[in-house]
């Protein structure tokens, strides 16, 4: 069965950097773009960015262009988001998602990050 | 970027009642239009993508309609297990939004 399954919960200081993986397994890795979406507390949910694991092209969400980067590792079909410059207000649950470019249909759990002094 | 304004907020309604939800686009994104189901710690759920067709697996009761800029989302006879917060998603010239939510409540 398909199953995304992300890395473990972080706590940050601001203006470190966070890394977040996301391991998929149960089909093709190269064959579905891999979005990743957050959701701060209280708050709803915010694409972030897709990559296309068949040719690393990214696309990324004006809120977000440059200090965010999307890679992948299709050796071991894992996707990866880089987030810079971490600020309080980048607590939030990251997760990383399967699907279309215009859709998305299957979820990780999600990591917890946690940016604080 | 492409707004989407969803609504209501939140609503309560009762077991077995009709409820919609509304989004809409700030431009036209014709039928590029999805929805999701959030439950409180777990992953969000396609029900709905291209503004009308149902994911495999979603119960008959979940329905959206709409193209353009306004869309709306159904639930016929609202089931205790529709506790959950709904959101709209847009696709448009390569990048995705998220509407603000909707949360529903059984009352």
């Known amino acids: 069965q398909v199953q995304l399954v992300q890395s473990g919960a972080e706590v940050k200081k601001p203006g470190a950097s966070v890394k977040v993986s996301c391991k998929a397994s149960?089909?093709?890795?190269?064959?579905?773009?891999i979005h990743w979406v957050r959701q701060a507390p209280g708050q709803g949910l915010q694409w972030m960015g897709r990559i296309n694991p068949n040719t690393g092209g990214t696309n990324y969400a004006q809120n977000f262009q440059g200090r965010v980067t999307l890679t992948r590792d299709t050796s071991i079909s894992t996707a990866y988001l880089d987030l810079i410059s971490l600020r309080s207000d980048d607590t939030a649950v990251y997760f990383c998602?399967?699907?279309?470019?215009?859709?998305?249909?299957?979820w990780g759990q999600g990591t917890l990050v946690t940016v604080s002094s | 970027d492409i707004q989407m304004t969803q609504s209501p907020s939140s609503l309560s309604a009762s077991v077995g009642d009709r409820i919609t939800i509304t989004c809409q686009a700030s431009q036209d994104i014709s039928n590029y239009l999805n929805w999701y189901q959030h439950k409180p710690g777990k992953a969000p759920k396609l029900l709905i993508y291209d503004a009308s067709n149902l994911e495999t697996g979603v119960p008959s009761r979940f329905s959206g309609s709409g193209s353009g800029t306004d869309f709306t989302f159904t639930i016929n006879s609202l089931q205790p297990e529709d506790t959950a917060t709904y959101y709209c998603q847009q696709y448009d010239n390569l990048l995705l939004t998220f509407g603000g939510g909707t949360k529903v409540e059984i009352k």
């Open positions: 149960g089909y093709t890795f190269t064959g579905q773009y």
């Open positions: 998602a399967r699907g279309a470019t215009s859709y998305i249909n299957y």
